[in-house]
């Protein structure tokens, strides 16, 4: 039996030669895939697809809808296994537009021993996707589609999703650098855009870029950078991190300020964690920074605030996110252009679990609008 990678590689030169058409009648199941490949609210259900139909490939006498050795039956298997060590090298190399993460630790997938059938809820949204997915490894339990032709068409769709994609992305940045000579934006017209950009769904990460953006593009003047941006999916107490966004002295790598970023109000609550962080971590550190997306409560900031006392030199304060931008524009004036060109740049490079691929066109097509004066 041919090994996972071969299965796949298999299943992509299938998919390629046949990009263009379905594999044969247009059916049910097809469109039950293309649905689920095409969602953009949840990228779970096609690596479900993946992992279960590849599992059922490289071992014939499984049941597909069985991916949890907690069933205990002798045709089940641990779907997550073939999820994290092959599907995931297999999307990473070939761009899939599909989760960073394994479907099954994902909140309706997570922690079941279940048969998947049509009948179970797993009460994932939208309800749709995952009934469609559930739908389609019926149709291969039951022999009405085979395995080799899912994977087929999975795989086939995905690639069409990608390439379309990145014609979109091609298109904007086309637009946009057509534009480019056209109207320097003046520093409240790019706080106008960004802000903008934070209000649209999903924009939960773009704080972290709009302060990540400011040292970048001015690190010269501030003799201060940034050290890299860990997952925006990672807790700080995994990746060791004091914040969202450390940053040391340009010739230095001890941390001097952090940055811990809300898309909500901050809390007394929020204000005692970090101050519990700081005081667990060896480093010392000069300032620890909220941005908050929210209003800010005067007795949280007078709370912060009491905690330099309290440290003996320890600064911490609350600010608002769209007050820091508006600031540090005016007071770089000189170079917003190039602050707007680095939050680009960090934008487009997150990974579509941190901003996701409508969130990125999004910008483009705002600051093309915005450049071109419409």
């Known amino acids: 039996m041919p090994a996972p990678a071969e299965i796949l590689d298999l299943a992509l030169r299938r998919a390629s030669q046949q990009i263009d058409f379905p594999l044969g009648p247009r059916s049910d199941t097809a469109s039950r895939i293309e649905f689920v490949c095409r969602n953009l609210q949840n990228r779970a259900g096609a690596r479900l697809l993946l992992a279960c139909l590849l599992a059922t490939l490289h071992r ?47 909140p309706a997938l997570r922690n079941r021993n279940i048969v998947l059938t049509p009948e179970v809820n797993l009460v994932g949204r939208p309800p749709e996707l995952y009934q469609a997915t559930l739908r389609v490894l019926a149709d291969v339990h039951s022999g009405r589609v085979t395995a080799e032709d899912a994977l087929t068409e999975t795989i086939r769709c995905l690639l069409i999703v990608r390439d379309e994609r990145r014609e979109r992305m091609r298109t904007l940045l086309a637009s946009l650098a057509a534009t480019a000579n056209t109207q320097t934006l ?11 950009h934070l209000r649209c769904r999903g924009a939960s990460r773009l704080p972290v870029l709009v302060v990540a953006a400011a040292y970048r593009s001015a690190e010269a ?10 997952s925006h999916s990672s807790a700080d107490e995994q990746t060791g991190a004091l914040g969202d966004l450390q940053i040391a002295l340009i010739d230095d790598d001890d941390v001097v300020t952090c940055y811990e970023m809300k898309n909500r109000r901050v809390t007394k609550a929020d204000v005692d964690r970090s101050l519990q962080k700081i005081a667990d971590n060896e480093r010392r550190i000069d300032n ?23 440290t003996g030199g320890i600064e911490m304060v609350i600010l608002d996110c769209l007050a820091f931008l508006r600031y540090f524009l005016h007071l770089f004036h000189r170079i917003r252009m190039q602050y707007l060109d680095a939050y680009q740049r960090l934008m487009l490079a997150e990974p579509e679990s941190a901003v996701s691929q409508p969130l990125k066109e999004a910008f483009l097509a705002l600051r093309q609008a915005a450049q071109s004066g419409e």
Request: proline share 7%; aromatic share 10%; net charge negative.
């Open 186 to 196: 003046s520093a409240e017209a790019i706080v106008a855009l960004l802000s903008q």
């Open 60 to 106: 014939p006498g499984l049941d597909i809808r069985k991916p949890y050795t907690e069933i205990g039956d002798n045709d089940c298997y641990s779907g997550r296994t073939y999820d994290e060590q092959h599907v995931t090298p297999f999307i990473t190399t070939h761009q899939l537009p599909c989760n960073s993460s394994s479907a099954f630790w994902t």
């Open 288 to 310: 620890y920074i909220f941005i908050t997306t929210e209003p800010i409560d005067n007795e949280v900031q007078e709370h912060a605030t009491a905690i330099y006392e309290e």
């Open 221 to 230: 003047y501030l003799r201060e950078r940034m050290l890299p941006l860990e």
